[in-house]
Each structure stands twice: as structure tokens, then as C-alpha cells.
């Protein structure tokens, strides 16, 4: 059985348009429609459409003018075809192999938060116009809840702000690529409940204290480690711990880094004059004040936000000089010094994970949530050490290739209350006198 009424079927614009009567019928044999429809080929796409008459002269007049409408559009380069949201992504995810205008971790990130995306299919199978903030929230949201429920975790509101944050990214790229016929706004973080808008994050810091007994331990399972390999994997996390700590460095930063990226200064002896006076130039006299003797000028070339210069603390400046000691002194695990990045790894994740649970500092109860610590913490730690020092956001922000509105928003709030009070009755280098 053919797809056209029988006497209807005819050909147009030297056979490129088809013109006919659909033959469809409904159960009990009648005829869906008796109007004309048109169909053509173009843009690599088949596209039909009703003339809304059932009389062939004006059918094919009105189909006519259509198919020139479309051959219009298609020399002027604009799109007739709507795609799905799943086809458009595929588009993008093809541009940013070319895209030089981010970074390859930025593009990496973009890549895995579109890999947990595209899981959700109604989300997928949306006409990229009709995407908006309400069937987000229908779809994906919706899904993305459930999801978590039904594998027993707990879905943070951070990482649903990320997921909205990249799906409005996108939307918007394709409105710029002509994909999509208007821009997206509104898939704000508003969507979410209040207890999701607030919710603290999942990871947490060191205390002083917390810091102090998390290396006694691992100084104890050092001395502990049953074997040579053992003790030396022992050893140099616990140089990672303090390394990170006293320099503040992401975790993708600081197992990048190679021998000469870094640089050992000693301001007594004036090695590097130059470099003193960039970091007064850069920081002021007070951030200097805040640093021992030693400390590492370290170049973070590769880095989730731009390439820049930061500075290691004199723990920092001696865990390094500690983690060359072990490898010169065990040459058989074949980590030689001046090659290669300087921690020979790529995730000390097992490892510090055995650490802090036997610490018991793996987990902190802060309120109704239960917060973790892993690797990323040591940064948290180190900016929150430099508050409590009085050193201001804006230079603890270009240590940390960060902004000072990320320090202000979430780590001001933590700081120490006696050691804000400490600050607040400082005057001009002296104390607030008490007075009777």
C-alpha cells in the first residue's frame, strides 16, 4: 500500500517537490486529513508540510511558495531543521576540540559534566527550542533526584548549581550558533528547594589541632610501615600533606608539577633579588612579613583557571627538599629526581583515604550534614590558615589563581571567632586599651 491517496500523488520543482494526500486512515477506514501536503529534501533532512486545503489548485500554489521559502533560507545559510537537544550536544561537544579560547582543563570539566547530562533522556529528546527553564526542571532535575535517591547519595546543591550552570551554557552557545531561536535565562540556582540553596559543602578543612594530629599519625605509620616500599609510599604522602598545606595549590596543580616549576628561595641570603621584589611589588610588605626564611616560587602553568605564579611557605619550602631526600635515598623505586613531575603520581586517593580514617578526621557532623575531607581539603586548610593570620583575600586570592569573591564567600565566614576579635581590636599596630 502506498503512503498517498491513490489520484493525488504529483511532482513539482522538476520533481524536488512532492505533493499528495497522506493515506491515512483512521480504524473504521476513514481518511485522517483530505489536505494536500507538500515534502522535499534539504539539509540533509526530509521536512513535510500541510497546505490546510483539500483543493489541488491551492495546494500546490501555497506548497510552491513554501518550498521557495525554504530554498531561500537554505542559501542564506539559516537553519529549517529543529534538532533535538542530544543532536545540538553532539555539535558542541565537536566544537571544543577546536575551541581555543578555554583552557584543556576547562574543556575537560565541560566534557564530564555533558557526560552526566546527556544520561538524563528527556532531557535528550527535547526539541532544543522548546527547552526551558520549566521543562528543565521537569526533566532533568526531576531525574537528576531521583537518581541520586535510588543510589542512596546525597545530592549536593554545589554540584546542582554546576549542572545548571553548564546546560544554560550550552543553550546559549546554541542561540549564538542560530540552533536555538531565543537565549536562555532564568535556570538559576532558584530552582532549587531552600535546603539545596544553602546547603553547605561536602568537604571541609583542617583545624590547627585537626592539622597537628592528622601528621603525628601519619609520622606513626611511617615508623610503623611493614617494608621498605611501604614506609617510602608513607612518607611521601605525608610530604604531599604538608607540601599542599603550605602552598594552597589545587590537586590537578600540584601533581603536574614538574622540577622546574619550582624554585627554592632563601631571602637571608638574598639568592634571588628579583623575586623578593616581585612578591613586595605583587603582595605588599605584610605578605612578605608572613613568610619564614625559606619558601618556593613555585610556576603553575597548568591550572583549572589561568597560569600563574604562586608562593609555598617555609613548610612547604622543607617538605620539598625532604621529598628529594626520599627519592635519593631510594633509588630502586626508580623516582629520579629532575625528571618527570616531582610527586610521580597521579592520585595519592587510597593512601590518604587509610590516613585519615585512621585519624578519624575522614568525617566532621556539622549540623544535619556529615562533611568529608580528602585531598582538596589541604587547599581549603591552607586559605583558612592565612585568614586566621590576618593575611588579606586579595593576596591569598592571587596565590590561589582564584577571586577574592570566592575567599570572602566561602571562607571569611569560617574564621576563627577569637582570632577575628584578635584583629578587630588591633589599632594601628598596637591593641585597643581596656578601660574601666
Known sequence: MTYYLKGTYLQKKKGKLHIYVRNNKDSKGRLKSKFYVGRTYIQGKSTVKSSGTANKKDAVKFLEKWYDRLQFQKDEGIQIHTKTFSECLKQFEKSLS??????????????????????????????????????????????????????????????????????????????????????????????????????????????????????????????????????????????????????GLRVDEALKLEWEDIRCIDRERVVNRQATETIVSAYGKDFLSQLERYYLQINVGISKSRPHTAYGTGSAYFAYQNLIKLYTSNPQFNCKVGEGTIFKLHSFREGLNSLLDEADLKFEKLGDSRVKRDSKSFRHTFIQFMLNKGMSSTAIAKMCGTSTEMIDKYYTSNMALDTMMDTFNKVKGGHLKIVS
Open 98 to 247: 577546536d575551541d581555543i579560547s578555554r583552557t584543556s582543563v576547562t574543556i575537560k570539566g565541560i566534557r564530564q559534566k555533558m557526560n552526566m547530562i546527556k544520561q538524563c533522556k528527556g532531557l535528550m529528546k527535547l526539541d532544543i527550542n522548546k527547552v526551558n527553564v520549566e521543562s528543565v526542571k521537569n526533566t532533568f532535575l526531576k531525574w537528576r533526584i531521583e537518581r541520586e535517591k535510588k543510589n542512596k547519595k546525597t545530592l549536593r546543591g554545589a554540584t546542582l548549581k554546576g549542572d545548571l550552570v553548564a546546560i544554560s551554557g550550552f543553550l546559549n552557545w546554541c542561540y549564538k550558533k542560530e540552533l536555538r531561536k531565543t537565549k536562555m535565562e532564568g535556570l538559576t540556582v532558584e530552582l532549587l528547594s531552600k535546603r539545596l540553596r544553602h546547603q553547605r559543602t561536602q568537604r571541609t578543612q583542617f583545624s590547627m589541632d585537626e592539622y597537628q594530629k592528622l601528621l603525628k599519625v601519619s609520622r606513626s605509620r611511617i615508623k610503623k610501615g611493614r617494608g621498605t616500599r611501604i614506609k617510602f609510599d608513607r612518607e611521601r604522602l605525608h610530604h604531599f600533606c604538608i607540601f599542599m598545606v603550605g602552598t
